[in-house]
């Protein structure tokens, strides 16, 4: 059974679908599935809180999409699902932080939501 539901509540959308679909002034933009279309078009966020503050980021770790808060107290890893499938995944920068002597006290994760997804989607088409 199929059901189309048309929306502008993207929540409800995201919550309720299987399949998504996005129109853009009256062109279809794109129809998927909802997790590849997750796992194509978003990113995640993963922030470390550290135990003590760095000024810069250590050589070994420039070539990580790695950014440092102006205080030097979190990294910010933004990553896809293209660095896992590279071998650089998060066990990496772990790794990596390890052997640089970074040690961190928490950390918290942000994945995008299928509105920034839309939102990305339509910016690029306008």
Do not use: W
Not at 33 to 54: D, F, R
Not at 63 to 77: I, K, P
């Amino acid at each position: 059974v199929t059901i189309i539901l048309t929306t502008h509540y993207i929540e409800e959308a995201e919550e309720m679908a299987d399949r998504i679909g996005v129109i853009n002034r009256g062109e279809i933009v794109l129809v998927e599935e909802k997790a590849a279309l997750m796992k194509k078009l978003g990113s995640k966020q993963l922030t470390l809180q550290l135990h003590s503050p760095l000024t810069e980021l250590p050589p070994a770790l420039a070539q990580e999409e790695l950014s440092l808060t102006a205080d030097g107290y979190e990294l910010v890893y933004t990553y896809d699902g293209r660095q896992e499938e590279e071998g650089r995944g998060i066990s990496t920068l772990l790794t990596q932080l390890e052997q640089a002597g970074i040690s961190f006290k928490d950390l918290h994760t942000r994945q995008s939501s299928l509105e920034d997804i839309f939102v990305d989607l339509v910016k690029e088409r306008s």
